[in-house]
């Protein structure tokens, strides 16, 4: 019998796992430093900060699978914050305003015996040029806070979305192909 910690308190991750019939034992969400290192690409900042994770609550839960997992949104060269003011969301739409950007979901599994396995998922969003009604509605619905880019493509940012290129449930906050095969290679699931 395998004993599964989920290191998030992401709603949207658990729900993700349900989609795949994953109910993890635990959830024990890690707090960590979260700001990127000088010169740091995005794909390491994602792998860093999703083995970063699973390693502090690996710490406590030495006896079960930690899976842990972080989703960076780029454009050009700059990570995007996870929107926590009005004006940060705002920065996040206007620069996304009819480009395409790249979604990074660095995902993590650290086995009972100390083992740790990553992967990197990769995910291209193209957005509709938006116009100054559009985001102030977008705004005023609050949707924005505490999501990576300022934008949640489950929800009314949708209609943003003019293409994905890859993993939508990446895009959400979990690759579910890359994670359910890692959980499946380890014996968490059949």
Known sequence: MTHLVLA???PRRLALLAQIGVVPDEICPADIDETPLKNETPQRYALRMALSKAEKVALQKKDGFVLAADTVVVCGKRIL??????????????LLSGRRHTVYGGVCLITPEGQKITRLVKTAVIFARLDDVQKKSYLDGGEW????????????????????????????????????NLL???GVIG
Not at 81 to 93: H, M, V
Not at 162 to 173: A, E, M
């Open 184 to 186: 499946k290679g380890r």
């Open 8 to 10: 998030s308190g992401s």
């Open 81 to 94: 914050p996870k929107a926590e003011t009005r004006e940060q969301a705002q920065y996040c739409l206007n």
């Open 145 to 180: 806070q505490g999501k990576a880019g300022g934008y949640a493509v489950q929800g009314q940012a949708v209609l943003f979305v003019r293409k994905i290129i890859g993993s939508y449930s990446n895009v959400v906050g979990l690759g579910l192909y890359e994670t359910g």
